[in-house]
């Protein structure tokens, strides 16, 4: 499902950090009447991001950059955010954070 956080989410990120690879999937529906469900259907995101801008930095200051990047979408606008965080190489089997 492709609505408008979705969209909002892959424009930021693609704006601030110029993935190589990004995938941003739609966990709402294996939520369905939880806790955080708000019935937009679009309250729980995974992202799966790659990016040159990763290079050299730690999980936590990758988390930080996304985080920024998407200002209130994650914990105000969306429940649930879980991210995984590449730079080039690493989702293929290399190092990962």
Excluded: W
């Excluded at 209130?72 to 991210?83: C, E, L, S």
Aim: net charge negative; with cysteine.
């Amino acid at each position: 499902m492709s609505g408008p956080v979705k969209n909002e989410i892959e424009q930021l990120l693609t704006h601030a950090l110029s993935p190589t690879h990004l995938d941003v999937i739609n966990d709402s529906a294996q939520h369905s009447g939880h806790s955080g469900d708000d019935g937009s259907g679009e309250s729980h995101f995974t992202v799966v991001v790659e990016s040159a801008a990763f290079d050299g930095k730690n999980r936590l200051a990758r988390q930080r950059m996304v985080l920024g990047a998407l200002g209130d979408i994650p914990g105000n606008r969306v429940h649930a955010f879980a991210m995984k965080c590449y730079a080039p190489g690493e989702r293929d089997g290399g190092e990962r954070a």
